[in-house]
């Protein structure tokens, strides 16, 4: 999503740089990079509240038991070694 968004914005700017007759085409790579290494992170973070967001939903449907014994797993596991 986010990079079909942002691949479009490289296609405006080209145009642009053609309209107004600016034609480094070093820098325009070079943001171009960036821009693409932004959506691909973007990707990945979208990817991340996805999973996210999918297990706060199953713990939710969870019995209220079973909540807890996985709150204490979570706790003797990771949070009392840091």
Do not use: C
């Amino acid at each position: 999503m986010y990079k079909e968004k942002l691949l479009s914005q490289i296609k405006i700017l080209e145009n642009l740089q053609e309209k107004i007759g600016i034609y480094d085409v070093s820098e325009t790579i070079q943001l171009s990079g960036e821009i693409l290494r932004l959506a691909n992170k973007l990707d990945e973070l979208e990817e991340e509240y996805t999973a996210t967001a999918n297990l706060d939903k199953s713990f939710e449907e969870l019995s209220e038991d079973k909540q807890e014994k996985v709150r204490r797993f979570i706790e003797e596991r990771f949070i009392k070694r840091n």
